[in-house]
Structures are given as structure tokens and as C-alpha cells.
């Protein structure tokens, strides 16, 4: 799965179309490339290093396991917004997310533990 693909997945489960418009305008228009969607930022070579939709409004939903897909992610900014449940499993879980540096989940309805493989 192209690293679009795993944020457009991340777009629905997370009610991506209730955002403030501002914020959803551009997701999932891949002629413009997911580099350049709100929120997203990546490396010279194209890959999702950081997510940071933190405050965006609207954002709720859950967690999409396909994130633990974004081999390069090194933050996840995802704090003081309305998303619930868990952090998935996926997270960590054989060698996934083996960047990752910086996790915020904060302020959100986010429950449970951190998956133990992600401390490193």
C-alpha cells in the first residue's frame, strides 16, 4: 500500500470528512501528492515523516492500524482532538514505526496502553 493510501485510510477512520474544511481541503487529492496535504510532512525522498493534526477540527474516529505502514514516521501529533479507542497494535508490532520518536496523544479519548514495543 503507497503511503497515500495508508493516510487515506487514516483520513476515513478518523471522520476525515467532518474536518474543518480548512484542514480537509486538500486530503485525498493525489494529483497533488499526500507531501502536501494538511498536516502531513515529508522527507526529501517523498516519505511521511510527520503527522501533526493536533486541535484540527473534527478530527475523531480512531486510529488507523495502516499508520504502523509509515516505515519513515517520526512523529505522530494527534492531541487535543476527539478520537477514541486504542492505540492499535500494529504500532510497533514487528519492527513497524521503527522511527517514531515522538507520540502525542493527549487531550483526546484516546484509552489503554502503549503497545510495549514502541519504547526503544
Not at 474536518?19 to 510532512?41: K, M, P, V
Not at 486504542?86 to 504500532?91: G, K, L, N, Q, V
Request: hydrophobic share 40%.
Amino acid at each position: 500500500m503507497s503511503e497515500c493510501e495508508v493516510l487515506s485510510h487514516f483520513f476515513f477512520a478518523a471522520a476525515g470528512m467532518q474536518w474543518d474544511r480548512t484542514d480537509a481541503a486538500n486530503w485525498l487529492n493525489l494529483e497533488i501528492g499526500c507531501c502536501t496535504w494538511e498536516g502531513i510532512s515529508c522527507d526529501r525522498h517523498g516519505f511521511v515523516e510527520k503527522i501533526e493534526l493536533s486541535r484540527t477540527a473534527g478530527l475523531a474516529g480512531h486510529i488507523s492500524p495502516h499508520l504502523a505502514q509509515l516505515s519513515h514516521l517520526k512523529e505522530l501529533r494527534l492531541h487535543r482532538s476527539d478520537l477514541s479507542g486504542t492505540i492499535p497494535t500494529a504500532f510497533g508490532a514487528d519492527g513497524t514505526l521503527p522511527k517514531l520518536e515522538e507520540l502525542k496523544l493527549g487531550r483526546s479519548q484516546i484509552s489503554g496502553t502503549i503497545p510495549p514495543a514502541l519504547y526503544r
